[in-house]
């Protein structure tokens, strides 16, 4: 987990809404998708663990200080310090959680505090009704990635790409996170320039694939989860869309298998757009290592689509992260390396 104390520190100072951009010139049909409400001061939000566990209570009480640093109110799932195995309790439990939130009218948006591996598991037994009826956002990002598409494949409301409840809420982070969920605003998402911030200059460096420009909605999260999705019912159609993905500890023959098996199974041919953000880690470190590097791989996989494709936006497994809305409208410029929404994410 990041410093949850570096947390609240960043929260504590409010900062200005993102701005909000032109309207759009250029927008690739989409399925209609419903818009949750958005966050207000004193909501109270529920706090889910649908995958990996927590099971100290000290982290917890930092994860709910940070919630009450955004101004919100947390309410604890009631199986949130369980543990079973690797997961935060048996797959009924956390998907009854999950269901209790969505069944809660007092509960504004569900927040997973963190992800790690599960939520897969409990797709099977999630009320699809009980929460397509009441829309709330939610906030998460890694496996939290396998409810993202599940929710946009049978719920139809938008849901929040972005930190968990326990990530390190950088300023980077609460700016976007607020401009999107708060303010309902039409963010363009563009990596930071000239900062003294050596680790954001690292990660967000930009490399066009493929230039140009292309609209559509956003859809992906995680590679790895994502990939695992495939030929279940829990996938929404991807035709048209921009495919945002990212991943971490993975090697650079796997991410090519990953793709590959995107490629076979018909969805990169959907496409009208894929970003790829940050892959934390994502190196064979061997010795005696000679193959193809992250970038190749993503050009000789991405370039060839004919698609507007770029790599670098911070998205996925880094300290300060966007924010993404799933299911809305944006529109990417893969030169300048840009996201830029066509609509807002919350009414």
Same mark, same amino acid.
């Given at each position: 987990?990041?410093?949850?104390?570096?947390?609240?520190?960043?929260? @504590?100072?409010?900062?200005?809404?993102? =701005?909000?951009?032109?309207?759009? !010139?250029?927008?690739?049909?989409?399925?209609?998708?419903?818009?949750?409400?958005?966050?207000?001061?004193?909501?109270?939000?529920?706090?889910?663990?649908?995958?990996?566990?927590?099971?100290?209570?000290?982290?917890? @009480?930092?994860?709910?200080?940070?919630?009450?640093? +955004?101004?919100?109110?947390?309410?604890?799932?009631?199986?949130?310090?369980?543990?079973?195995?690797?997961?935060?309790?048996? %797959?009924?439990?956390?998907?009854?959680?999950?269901? =209790?939130?969505?069944? %809660?009218?007092?509960?504004?948006?569900?927040? @997973?505090?963190?992800?790690?591996?599960?939520?897969?598991?409990?797709?099977?037994?999630?009320?699809?009704?009980?929460?397509? =009826?009441?829309?709330?956002?939610?906030?998460?990002?890694?496996?939290?990635?396998?409810?993202? +598409?599940?929710?946009?494949?049978?719920?139809?409301? $938008?849901?929040?790409?972005?930190?968990?409840?326990?990530?390190?809420?950088?300023?980077?982070?609460?700016?976007?996170?607020?401009?999107? @969920?708060?303010?309902?605003?039409?963010?363009?998402?563009?990596?930071?320039?000239? !900062?003294?911030?050596?680790?954001?200059?690292?990660?967000?460096?930009?490399?066009?694939?493929?230039?140009?420009?292309?609209?559509?909605?956003?859809?992906?999260?995680?590679?790895?989860?994502?990939? =695992?999705?495939?030929? $279940?019912?829990?996938?929404? %159609?991807?035709?048209?869309?921009?495919?945002?993905?990212?991943?971490?500890?993975?090697?650079?023959?796997?991410?090519?298998?990953?793709?590959?098996?995107?490629?076979?199974?018909?969805?990169?041919?959907?496409?009208?757009?894929?970003?790829?953000?940050?892959?934390?880690?994502?190196?064979?470190?061997?010795?005696?290592?000679?193959?193809?590097?992250?970038?190749?791989?993503?050009?000789?996989?991405?370039?060839?689509?004919?698609?507007?494709?770029?790599?670098?936006?911070?998205?996925?497994?880094?300290?300060?992260?966007?924010?993404?809305?799933?299911?809305?409208?944006?529109?990417?410029?893969? $030169?300048?390396? !840009?996201?830029?929404?066509?609509?807002?994410?919350?009414?």
């Amino acid at each position: 987990m990041h410093d949850r104390r570096t947390a609240i520190t960043g929260l @504590a100072a409010l900062a200005a809404a993102l =701005a909000l951009p032109l309207h759009a !010139t250029r927008a690739a049909s989409s399925p209609t998708v419903r818009k949750p409400p958005r966050l207000r001061p004193g909501d109270t939000v529920g706090l889910i663990e649908p995958a990996g566990f927590t099971d100290d209570a000290f982290d917890l @009480a930092l994860v709910m200080e940070a919630i009450v640093a +955004m101004g919100l109110v947390p309410k604890p799932a009631p199986h949130l310090l369980a543990r079973y195995g690797y997961l935060a309790g048996k %797959d009924r439990d956390r998907a009854a959680d999950v269901n =209790a939130m969505y069944a %809660d009218d007092k509960v504004r948006a569900v927040f @997973a505090v963190r992800g790690g591996w599960g939520c897969a598991r409990i797709l099977p037994f999630l009320d699809f009704d009980l929460i397509r =009826a009441n829309p709330k956002l939610l906030i998460g990002f890694s496996d939290i990635t396998a409810l993202h +598409m599940a929710f946009a494949a049978k719920a139809g409301f $938008t849901t929040i790409h972005g930190p968990n409840a326990a990530s390190s809420w950088g300023k980077l982070s609460w700016d976007s996170f607020r401009g999107v @969920a708060f303010d309902g605003a039409m963010p363009v998402y563009s990596n930071p320039q000239g !900062t003294d911030d050596r680790l954001v200059q690292r990660a967000g460096r930009i490399r066009t694939f493929r230039p140009g420009k292309a609209s559509g909605r956003l859809l992906g999260g995680n590679l790895t989860v994502l990939t =695992a999705l495939m030929g $279940t019912p829990y996938l929404p %159609d991807f035709s048209g869309a921009i495919l945002f993905i990212e991943d971490t500890d993975e090697a650079e023959y796997r991410i090519d298998r990953m793709l590959t098996q995107l490629a076979l199974g018909g969805v990169l041919g959907k496409l009208a757009g894929v970003v790829f953000g940050q892959c934390t880690d994502c190196r064979n470190t061997g010795p005696s290592y000679s193959g193809f590097t992250l970038s190749e791989v993503l050009q000789q996989q991405l370039a060839p689509l004919g698609i507007p494709a770029f790599q670098g936006a911070l998205i996925g497994h880094v300290a300060n992260q966007f924010s993404i809305p799933v299911g809305v409208r944006a529109e990417i410029d893969a $030169t300048s390396g !840009t996201i830029r929404m066509i609509e807002p994410a919350v009414v």
